[in-house]
């Protein structure tokens, strides 16, 4: 354990920090992709951590050369989702209501209050096994993680 760590740890203890506070500060300091020490390792074959979220349009079988095709390919790296998610903490509370708000007026139970950088970390796992591939004869459209 680094000094780093055990001084936020200390902070922690002495109820100077939130521990909300102390797993941010914590995981700025493990490097990215790396694992906590302690991590069982034995027996367990090592996922590849899923780097982004990828979303591809090209055109289906009857369109192929077609001019006016459209070709998409996107790739967003999942740090900069693992940002954007460090980011919702500095969001003032009446901004956050006010998007809370708009969220149930469209029928969508969600409260920013709520989410957790643990939270993040489970929906991109569980999105490391989504693959939606949409197939017609106008367009092939992949949704997928890398």
Not at 60 to 83: F, T, Y
Not at 92 to 113: C, N, Q, S, W, Y
Request: charge should be negative; avoid cysteine.
């Amino acid at each position: 354990m680094s000094e780093s760590q055990k001084k936020i740890l200390e902070m922690l203890a002495n109820k100077r920090i939130s521990v909300d506070e102390a797993y941010r500060l914590l995981s700025v300091l493990q490097p990215e992709g790396s694992e906590p020490e302690g991590t069982p390792r034995a027996g367990t074959a090592p996922k590849t951590k899923a780097k982004y979220l990828r979303v591809t349009v090209v055109p289906g079988s009857e369109h192929k050369d077609d001019p006016d095709a459209e070709l998409v390919n996107v790739r967003v790296p999942m740090s900069l989702i693992r940002s954007g998610m460090k980011f919702t903490s500095l969001i003032p509370p009446d901004a956050r209501e006010k998007v809370t708000g708009a969220l149930h007026e469209k029928g969508i139970d969600f409260d920013m209050r709520n989410l957790k950088p643990e939270d993040l970390e489970e929906i991109i796992e569980a999105l490391s096994e989504l693959e939606v591939n949409v197939v017609s004869a106008k367009e092939v459209v992949k949704v997928f993680v890398e």
